[in-house]
């Protein structure tokens, strides 16, 4: 599970995944690690931003009609949590522009990565990296102070139309025998990067007492990237 | 007013835009040349779709956040648009994908037309043509039977956002010295194309009579748009 990771950027300390690592339901202190709330807010929102910049590519570069009324449909949903976690900026007096700006280059970088050969590979970008940043950011929301951690945790869950998504997709694989096997390469290029982005929001001293602590989420995170990779019948 | 619009496509017959046309308060009898009902939604939501296409296009393609959060939602209140007409085809039991489709080629090929040299031009574009249409769309909603047109009227008249779009613009224009005169010329390329698509909407017998019926719209329509542009400081 852990080859393509360490192959593919040696030169960063990564976490390290081992099969011994504990079952998915270990507590796991994220204090020491855990971002400031406006960065945290700031990532969360931009990141959101950027699912729809990118689902809103696919409504639109896709000739299907059928997948063009799903797919921007999704875009619609990852605008409303963006703005969701905007007006939450607000809430606070801060101006959600200057609390974005900080991750605007990066994720605009990694947003150009997410651009494959034709919308089906961006399609699977979208999906994979929305999934495992949602499932992230969820998780960080638990060591949130006050009640903000609650009420993004939510509107990071709630619906974003992954099951049309999957439906899509299931059937552009289903009519193109060469798609499978493009799309589970795609994919494994694509989850070191988003792994990266997830990384970047903690705070990281680089001492192995932090890697052992973040260790067991990246961990989970991964797991559930397989599952929504089995879910397309695609290997992770 | 008309000068660039029978310069422009010389072949095809379009309303004659003469300064004698009574003023906008005419009642028109639009009756004759009605599109029927399934092909009126169809065709206002491919063009909710293409204003969420092209917006959303144009929140991808600028740098400035402030610009993205004020285009993105524009292009979010035209995806609801879309959404609520869907919502009407599908509450009559047809399928929006199936009553879309004869409006694909040609709303691609327009929206093809409206991507500019860079994002301040693409969103004139869809400012333009946004507010050209959805007058023209909320016109034709009179002309539908039993309770559907007012509830189109309704979604379609809805906020579009477009005071913030012009807020936008009107930024970038002081900012940019040269950005003034080529927008006004960008605008005028774009009106003749727009009111195309318009007029495709309507059954028209190529008759003196169709055309003398539906002139004082398109002198409406033309009258909004150069208000449109006027609050911009451009010339129409």
Same mark, same amino acid.
């Given at each position: 599970?852990?080859?393509?990771?360490?192959? @593919?950027?040696?030169?960063?300390?990564?976490?390290?995944?081992?099969?011994?690592?504990?079952?998915?339901?270990?507590?796991?202190?994220?204090?020491?690690?855990?971002?400031?709330?406006?960065?945290?807010?700031?990532?969360?929102?931009?990141?959101?931003? %950027?699912?729809?910049?990118?689902?809103?590519?696919?409504?639109?570069?896709?000739?299907?009609?059928?997948?063009?009324?799903?797919?921007?449909?999704?875009?619609?949903?990852?605008?409303?949590?963006?703005?969701?976690?905007?007006?939450?900026?607000?809430?606070?007096?801060?101006?959600?522009? %200057?609390?974005?700006?900080?991750?605007?280059?990066?994720?605009?970088?990694?947003?150009?990565?997410?651009?494959?050969?034709?919308?089906? %590979?961006?399609?699977?970008?979208?999906?994979?990296?929305?999934?495992?940043?949602?499932?992230?950011? !969820?998780?960080?929301?638990?060591?949130?102070?006050?009640?903000?951690?609650?009420?993004?945790?939510?509107?990071?869950?709630?619906?974003?139309?992954?099951?049309?998504?999957?439906?899509?997709? @299931?059937? %552009?694989?289903?009519?193109?025998?060469?798609? $499978?096997?493009?799309?589970?390469?795609? $994919?494994?290029?694509?989850?070191?990067?988003?792994?990266?982005?997830? &990384?970047?929001?903690?705070?990281?001293?680089?001492?192995?007492?932090?890697?052992?602590?973040?260790?067991?989420?990246?961990?989970?995170? !991964?797991?559930?990237?397989?599952? &929504?990779?089995?879910?397309?019948?695609?290997?992770?």
């Amino acid at each position: 599970m852990s080859t393509w990771f360490t192959r @593919r950027r040696p030169a960063v300390e990564l976490p390290r995944l081992s099969p011994r690592t504990p079952p998915a339901t270990v507590r796991v202190d994220l204090h020491e690690v855990m971002p400031d709330l406006l960065p945290y807010l700031g990532q969360a929102a931009y990141l959101q931003l %950027e699912q729809f910049q990118t689902l809103s590519r696919v409504a639109a570069d896709t000739d299907s009609l059928a997948a063009k009324e799903v797919v921007s449909g999704a875009a619609g949903l990852a605008l409303s949590k963006h703005q969701g976690i905007i007006a939450e900026i607000r809430r606070r007096g801060d101006e959600p522009a %200057e609390v974005m700006r900080p991750f605007a280059e990066e994720i605009e970088g990694f947003r150009a990565l997410l651009v494959g050969s034709d919308w089906r %590979e961006t399609l699977l970008a979208a999906l994979m990296t929305g999934g495992l940043l949602d499932d992230f950011f !969820i998780r960080l929301a638990g060591g949130l102070p006050g009640d903000v951690g609650p009420r993004i945790a939510h509107l990071l869950g709630s619906d974003s139309g992954q099951e049309g998504l999957l439906e899509v997709l @299931r059937g %552009e694989i289903a009519a193109d025998a060469q798609l $499978g096997s493009r799309l589970a390469m795609w $994919g494994r290029r694509l989850v070191g990067d988003t792994l990266l982005v997830a &990384r970047s929001a903690l705070h990281l001293s680089g001492n192995r007492a932090d890697e052992e602590r973040i260790e067991p989420i990246f961990t989970e995170l !991964i797991a559930a990237h397989t599952r &929504r990779m089995d879910a397309l019948g695609l290997t992770a």
